[in-house]
């Protein structure tokens, strides 16, 4: 005979059995969330406030989503010192460690960009790259004032007494201009270390100890980013648009055309094509010269875009005003609206269109109302048709819309059952004339009381 098990036995190896296969199941979603994994930026180009926004939603999603680093890839040939400062400030109070890698080779951290890597807490440059060049010039190239320059050097000597870097550079990139290779920038302590790639980088940085944290509340943290998984924060569509819309050329180009289509506007009046290209454009030149922030642009184009389809409405045409409309409130939403906030193309774009085609036809709707007979008030009675029901002494009576009016004949009284149409107003009294005589053929039915 077969031996039987116990009951209670079976009862174990089930058990065991059971919870080594949910231990199985559980591996990969357990290995998966102990995985470490860093936030990725590119930064390519000009520092504008459009990159400054971008690195700080950066910074908050970092936090929200607790990744180890918030790696940023630059290559940057320096930008606007307003918006240097506000992400500089960003990074020294940071909660996340940070880490600036000066990538590919032949990448550039120069002038803003030598401030942004030195307020990193992880600096790091790839083979073949350099960065320093920091003194500010003005709008048209020249060297900025004493003034400035000193401003200047107290900015870039505290981010560099911070971090413990080189306040010596510090000094001379800003007076001096001076620009230094990775493996000098390394040897004099201008930056941490030099990485071949990016898995290079953050096997270098795993284990590394940083003081992070706003003054007052600093702590140290261990970085963990060997294998880290990388997650892509990029700009996006809307945000590659904003960085465009900032360069100089385009704010030249942006400023002339709006201006000298405003002035053919005046001088020429016509449709208002000028007019509105002029004042779409005037804004986006302001904004892209960083005269207008981006939150004030946006509201300027927004508020015109309301008052283009008013006028749509108001002065019906050939949907010029429209036109304007829809361009300036798709361009408000692409200004107004960023980081979490930011309105997905799929949405913004058929509103404007839709905003737009709907102002072409409220205006199509008014003017048709405005061209059609008035069927109200002095001019709504006007040749109106009706029989006298009844006659008392010079005035007779009849029966318009559901109310008795009293009527005297222009020319001789009325009589009862008389067919008259209304030729004038005196006071509340119709005057009237004989009907028939006014028709050589025969007339719809008059409208009588019976």
């Known amino acids: 005979m077969p031996r039987i098990l116990p009951t209670g036995l079976v009862r174990r190896l089930a058990a065991v059995l059971l919870t080594a296969l949910g231990c199985l199941l559980a ?5 998966a969330a102990q995985t470490p994994s860093v936030l990725l930026t590119r930064v390519d180009g000009t520092i504008t406030p459009v990159v400054a926004d971008h690195l700080e939603d ?3 999603l970092a936090e929200r989503e607790r990744h180890a680093a918030y790696v940023i890839e630059m290559d940057t040939p320096g930008g606007l010192l307003q918006s240097t400062r506000e992400i500089v400030q960003e990074f020294l109070a940071s909660d996340v460690p940070v880490v600036v890698y000066v990538t590919p080779p032949g ?10 890597a030195m307020s990193a807490h992880v600096a790091a440059m790839a083979p073949g790259t350099h960065i320093g060049a920091g003194t500010p010039v003005t709008g048209q190239g020249e060297e900025a ?9 107290a900015f870039a000597v505290s981010i560099a007494e911070q971090r413990g870097r080189s306040t010596d550079f510090a000094r001379d990139m800003v007076r001096e201009g001076t620009s230094v290779s990775d493996r000098e920038a390394v040897r004099t302590d201008v930056v941490d270390l030099v990485a071949p790639s990016r898995e290079a980088l953050l096997n270098e940085l795993d284990g590394r100890r940083v003081v992070v944290g706003p003054q007052g509340e600093r702590h140290e ?6 294998g880290a998984r990388v997650v892509e924060h990029d700009l996006g569509f809307f945000g590659e648009v904003r960085q465009l819309l900032a360069s100089p050329e385009l704010a030249f180009l942006f400023l002339s055309i709006g201006t000298l289509a405003v002035i053919y506007e005046l001088a020429t009046p016509g449709m208002g094509v000028g007019g509105v290209i002029g004042a779409v454009l005037l804004v986006l030149g302001f904004v892209a010269l960083s005269v207008l ?9 927004l508020i015109l875009a309301g008052a283009l389809f008013a006028a749509e409405v108001l002065t019906p045409g050939v949907g010029v005003f429209a036109a304007g409309g829809a361009v300036s409130l798709a361009f408000a939403g692409i200004l107004l609206f960023r980081g979490e906030l930011g309105v997905d ?13 709907g102002s072409v036809l409220a205006g199509r709707l008014a003017w048709r109302a405005r061209k059609a007979p008035p069927t109200t008030g002095h001019e709504g009675l006007l040749g109106r048709e009706a ?3 009844r006659v008392d002494g010079e005035r007779g009576q009849i029966l318009l819309d559901g109310a008795w009016w009293a009527a005297r004949g222009r020319t001789a009284p009325v009589t009862e059952g008389q067919h008259v149409r209304v030729v004038d107003l005196d006071g509340l009294d119709l005057i009237v004339e004989s009907a028939e005589a006014a028709h050589d053929g025969p007339h719809t039915a008059p409208e009588d009381g019976s």
């Open 387 to 389: 029989v006298v029901q």
């Open 145 to 153: 004032s004493d003034k400035v320059v000193n401003d200047s050097v």
């Open 27 to 31: 591996a990969p979603a357990i290995s």
């Open 293 to 301: 922030p981006f939150h004030v642009g946006g509201l300027l184009l």
């Open 58 to 60: 950066g910074l908050r």
């Open 221 to 226: 943290v261990v970085l963990h980013t060997a």
């Open 345 to 357: 193309p799929a949405v913004l774009w058929p509103t404007a269109v839709v905003v737009g085609g």
């Open 107 to 116: 990448a550039r951290a120069a002038s803003a960009g030598a401030y942004i």
